[in-house]
């Protein structure tokens, strides 16, 4: 059984799948709070690319030739323990995008665009918990939840805030925790979207994260993968007909992602900061995009 003060410390580490910056990370995590613990984590991220895979080529610029494009976001995400095994959780980002040439977005008509993108809500639950004799601790859990677009922004267009698609999203994981607290966790996900304008394809979403904690630091690695089912590629015949950059929420979006974490507890374990830094590895149809972030972590219960 961990000590009351490191299972206070792990339920601040389920905020940091949120901390960090919300393009290609699985959305939840092995760790769960404690029965009634609430925990808050606002984040401000800063992503930037000036490279796109058009399908799977990585090419120089965008697919309207904006230069460079920047997105600072503002993150707030919560989680509370309604059970010992069995917690809530919410996600609201307000996005700032911008053309850094200052050309304006051929869809939009515009170089920025910024505002509320979607509320995300899950519930995730420990389904089994066991020691694996010497190896530690195996846990296995499963979440289901939904995206809903609340800032009734514009989904085509190159600087869009999202696809605008409502989503059902079921995740299931499986995490060993050694006694020495290294842990291996390993997820995948399926995301069912629906938008009454565009066929925005469905995605699959998998990853594995390896990590160390004490009472002073956490931190881990993780690499995420998205693959989408079906969709369109940038610079087709296809692409073209179906109105070119107004149809880009129908395109196949797939990347892969490689993810650094560090949270630092410095207050009782009750308020914590952490960073992250991204990087886009792979993709189609997609950014070859950098991004880091910082966050604050707050137990008030």
């Known amino acids: 059984m961990l000590h009351k003060s490191k299972k206070s410390f792990l339920g601040a580490m389920v905020l940091l799948c949120f901390s960090a910056p919300l393009v290609a990370q699985t959305e939840v995590s092995g760790f769960y709070?404690?029965?009634?613990?609430?925990?808050?984590?606002?984040?401000?991220?800063?992503?930037?690319?000036?490279?796109?895979?058009?399908?799977?080529?990585l090419t120089e610029g965008n697919p309207a030739g904006l230069g460079s494009i920047s997105s600072y976001i503002v993150n707030l995400y919560g989680e509370y323990g309604i059970t010992n095994w069995l917690s809530a959780s919410l996600n609201i980002p307000y996005i700032f995008i911008e053309s850094e040439t200052g050309e304006p977005d051929p869809v939009q008509g515009t170089s920025s665009v910024e505002g509320i993108q979607d509320l995300s809500v899950f519930l995730k639950g420990r389904i089994l918990e066991r020691n694996i004799n010497s190896l530690g601790k195996l846990g296995i859990g499963a979440a289901v939840g939904a995206s809903i677009p609340i800032g009734n922004y514009e989904a085509e267009g190159v600087l869009s805030l999202g696809n605008n698609a409502n989503a059902f999203n079921a995740n299931v994981m499986a995490q060993l925790t050694t006694k020495v607290n290294f842990f291996t966790e390993v997820q995948y996900g399926y995301s069912l979207k629906d938008n009454s304008d565009f066929d925005v394809p469905n995605a699959q979403v998998y990853g594995i994260k390896l990590g160390y904690f004490n009472n002073y630091f956490y931190t881990h690695v993780q690499l995420a993968v998205q693959d989408s089912m079906d969709g369109l590629d940038i610079g087709t015949p296809e692409f073209a007909e179906a109105g070119g950059p107004r149809a880009l929420p129908q395109t196949e979006v797939d990347y892969t992602n490689i993810n650094v974490n560090l949270y630092i507890p410095v207050y009782k374990n009750e308020i914590g900061v952490s960073t992250a830094y991204n990087q886009n590895i792979d993709g189609r149809n997609f950014n070859k995009e950098t991004s880091f972030s910082f966050g604050l972590v707050y137990k008030p219960l």
Request: charged share 30%; proline share 8%.
């Open 33 to 57: 709070p404690q029965k009634n613990e609430l925990t808050i984590a606002p984040s401000y991220s800063f992503k930037q690319y000036d490279r796109f895979y058009r399908g799977t080529e």
